[in-house]
């Protein structure tokens, strides 16, 4: 039950890796000034604000779309990170004001 459990965690928690915010930085950034670029040139070219509206709305859920679930793209490369040293005999040696405190 617990694998369960941690797979849907794992599912529903969403980590992405530093290179993925970066990646997704981008993308949202540059598919925005798209669908604003194609939102004003329909609603110019048509001469329709409401279609403006519309396809500005559009380009703004799609990029919402592509960026904010965690897909696997954006977790290519996770970071290494220390293993906590609570579990190694005799603890962390962190001393602070001459008293040792973990």
């Given at each position: 039950?617990?694998d369960?459990?941690?797979?849907?965690?794992d599912?529903?928690?969403?980590?992405?890796?530093?290179?993925?915010?970066?990646?997704?930085?981008?993308?949202?950034?540059?598919?925005l000034?798209?669908?604003?670029v194609v939102?004003?040139?329909?609603?110019?070219?048509?001469?329709?604000?409401?279609?403006?509206?519309?396809?500005g709305?559009?380009?703004?859920l799609?990029?919402?779309?592509a960026?904010?679930p965690p897909?696997?793209?954006y977790?290519?490369?996770?970071?290494?990170?220390?293993?906590?040293?609570?579990?190694?005999?005799?603890?962390?040696?962190?001393?602070?004001d001459?008293?040792?405190v973990a």
């Amino acid at each position: 039950m617990d694998d369960v459990l941690a797979s849907v965690q794992d599912i529903f928690e969403g980590q992405i890796d530093f290179h993925g915010q970066h990646m997704a930085e981008i993308l949202s950034t540059a598919l925005l000034i798209l669908s604003g670029v194609v939102a004003f040139l329909a609603g110019y070219i048509y001469r329709d604000l409401h279609l403006t509206l519309w396809v500005g709305l559009a380009g703004t859920l799609v990029t919402g779309l592509a960026v904010i679930p965690p897909w696997p793209v954006y977790n290519k490369s996770p970071e290494k990170w220390l293993v906590s040293s609570a579990g190694r005999v005799g603890g962390a040696r962190v001393m602070v004001d001459g008293t040792k405190v973990a």
